[in-house]
């Protein structure tokens, strides 16, 4: 038994201790709570220089709620120095409307980020990036016509690991039935931290 139990921690130690994290980001009608992890520190991966993300996310919105589960692949782009690129799939579930209609649709998912050269004076690092979700009708189902989402974000590193960011995100859900397709809206700040 106590065999078992070390060599799960340690299992769990390594899967942990890849540079993952979680976030949660708010204004004044909206919370979402994110968490990441990736396979930088597995043994299988070490080789490839691309890492593979897991991440979920969970907005309450308006009395409305997005549940986002996805996987995706991500590497630096060659000649672009600080540029990172994303593709995925993501499997998004949702409450719509006041009658609480089910949502489901898996969007494909493209993602890039730009992280800034180190600059004069000790300037902690300073990254943006755009992210972007889209599923036509044949990625949706039962009722769910369609799904869209775009985000764009700003962060700075003040304390190692820790990061304080602020963003803008656009989430259209189409549903059968529903002549507002528009899920959410608005502008966000928060706090991400990784280990």
Partial sequence: MFKKTVMA????????????GGSININD??????????SRNLAAFQTSSTLFLADANLLS???????????????????????EMSFGVKFIWAEVGADKNN???????AKIRYTLPPLMF????????????????SLSFGNAEGYSEF??????EMIEN????????????KYN????????????AGLKATY
């Fill in 61 to 83: 919105s308006d009395n409305q709620k997005l549940l986002g589960l996805g996987l995706s692949a991500n590497n630096k782009v060659e000649g672009l120095i600080g540029v």
């Fill in 103 to 109: 949502f489901t649709s898996i969007p494909l998912m």
């Fill in 151 to 156: 985000r764009f974000s700003g962060d700075i």
């Fill in 9 to 20: 921690t340690l299992l769990a130690s390594s899967i942990l201790s890849a540079e993952s």
């Fill in 122 to 137: 000790n300037i902690p690092p300073v990254g943006v990036e755009a992210k972007g979700l889209y599923s036509p009708g």
């Fill in 177 to 188: 039935g529903l002549s507002r397709d528009l899920f959410n809206t608005g502008f966000y």
């Fill in 29 to 38: 009608k909206d919370v979402e709570v994110e968490a990441i992890l990736d």
């Fill in 162 to 173: 820790v990061k304080i960011y602020a963003g803008y995100r656009n989430i259209h859900t």
